[in-house]
């Protein structure tokens, strides 16, 4: 296989996200399609808390089927980011003995990343496990395979989260919507593989995910993350502060957005002309802005470092960090360089209306995706044969009494039009028959069809009526 399609769901707390990728051989990807839709109440601190954001996953999904270069094949397994305000990291110690001098083998090195994730509260899912430092025989090793030695040793950081996180994804992708769920993607570590360079990795820096209602801190050190944590914090908080000026809360976010600026109040700027007064605006964006900034610095009190061990600096991503001055305000109170993020990795972005700093979420979903072990995401058009229409009877599946199969009954009857992933469900199965039924499910219209053939057949019993 040439390259393979890779399909990606981002599911935040203000939005939902969804993307289709290729990679080739090489694992280079190409993003070809990113769609959104927008959220309400559906998803909460990153987890979803009403399975109807299925919803919006459809259609997100049946706009990316439509694209030239993906139609017609159709979505049937998808990589899911994952995030939230449970997500938080920890950082084990864990060491193999060996029973003489041998050789350090991959197998090893799994062993203990599998112990490692065993020190982790059963109470908690493991979402990824990164090596920060080896050792072998108590000196450094950068790359202890294919090293010899009585001992082997590595500090390991464990990324976890909440089980709910995990249980309601699949609900909705696999229960509702019948998508298989191809992997998991730790979203704050692939954000760090895409928007960091090499040089900031290793010299120590601090990646903050700015979102809606969590901000996401991952801090590293010696090319390796050693620290991660979410706060229950995001720009949301700021657009609820000024519906204490009487705003309903989309024309604060329009507010917000449009006028705000977490530096504050412009000196001497009067009320403009819609009777606003955005002095006192940005008092309140100021105050919860500096709050945040608080927050987001005292992470590397709790990582146990300084300022001065992340000479790489902070690079902010996700869609908080476009408020006006939010980056001038971190770099101001944090004597640190602050940078926007956006890709840094070799990445082809083929529709030049994608923004690869506003899409990076889902952009570095589909990035480590692509390289993880190949699995399908798209199913390819079924090949039809040419056949002689004489041949067929269009009214094969139907029997005398007026039901059809049995399939196609449970989604013309039981699921009715109000079902909005009957079709879809339909389509994956049998599209042919599908089309077919699309234009009447009723149990009234199949037995209309039974006694049309019945007449047409001869064989119509005198007393029967249509």
Do not use: W
Request: glycine share 8%; proline share 4%; hydrophobic share 35%.
């Amino acid at each position: 296989m040439s390259e393979r399609y890779i399909v990606a769901i981002e599911i935040g707390s203000s939005k939902l996200r969804g993307a289709v990728g290729t990679a080739d051989e090489t694992g280079m990807l190409d993003v070809l399609a990113v769609e959104e839709e927008k959220l309400t109440g559906s998803v909460r601190y990153g987890c979803i808390n009403n399975v109807e954001v299925s919803n919006a996953i459809s259609r997100i999904c049946q706009r990316l089927e439509e694209y030239p270069r993906i139609a017609p094949r159709t979505i049937k397994g998808v990589y899911v980011g994952l995030g939230g305000r449970s997500m938080t990291s920890t950082l084990v110690d864990v060491e193999a003995r060996l029973p003489a001098e041998l050789e350090i083998t991959r197998e090893i090195i799994t062993d203990l990343r599998n112990r490692a994730a065993h020190n982790i509260p059963q109470e908690r899912d493991v979402a990824e496990v990164v090596p920060v430092k080896f050792t072998v025989d108590n000196k450094t090793q950068a790359n202890p395979v294919g090293s010899y030695g009585t001992s082997v040793g590595s500090r390991m950081c464990v990324v976890s989260c909440q089980p709910v996180i995990k249980r309601m994804i699949r609900r909705v992708l696999s229960e509702r919507l019948g998508f298989e769920i191809n992997g998991y993607v730790t979203r704050p570590l692939a954000e760090g593989s895409l928007a960091l360079t090499d040089d900031e990795r290793r010299l120590g820096c601090m990646l903050v995910d700015f979102g809606a209602e969590t901000t996401t801190v991952v801090i590293y050190k010696n090319g390796a993350p050693v620290y991660v944590a979410t706060l229950p914090l995001g720009s949301r908080n700021i657009t609820l502060d000024l519906t204490a000026l009487n705003y309903i809360e989309e024309r604060a976010e329009e507010i917000k957005k449009v006028s705000g600026n977490a530096m504050g109040a412009e000196t001497g700027r009067r009320p403009g002309a819609d009777g606003i007064d955005y002095s006192e605006v940005n008092n309140y964006v100021h105050a919860r802005a500096a709050e945040i900034v608080t927050n987001i610095l005292t992470q590397i009190d709790y990582a146990d470092m300084r300022a001065a061990d992340l000479p790489g600096g902070i690079i902010l991503v996700g869609g908080g960090s476009r408020l006006r001055g939010f980056n001038e305000l971190l770099a101001q109170q944090s004597k640190m360089k602050v940078r926007m993020g956006t890709t840094q990795a070799a990445v082809r972005i083929s529709d030049s209306a994608i923004n690869p700093a506003e899409n990076i979420d889902v952009i570095a979903t589909l990035a480590v995706a692509a390289r993880m072990p190949m699995a399908e995401c798209m199913a390819e058009p079924e090949q039809r044969q040419d056949a002689d229409p004489a041949d067929s009877d269009p009214y094969d599946n139907y029997d005398d009494n007026g039901d059809d199969d049995e399939e196609t009954s449970r989604i013309g009857r039981l699921d009715e039009d109000d079902d909005e992933f009957a079709p879809r469900r339909k389509k994956k199965k049998d599209k042919e028959t599908a089309s077919r039924d699309s234009d009447n499910h009723s149990s009234r219209g199949f037995s209309i069809f039974s006694s049309l053939r019945k007449k047409i057949a001869g064989i119509m019993d005198e007393g029967d009526e249509m």
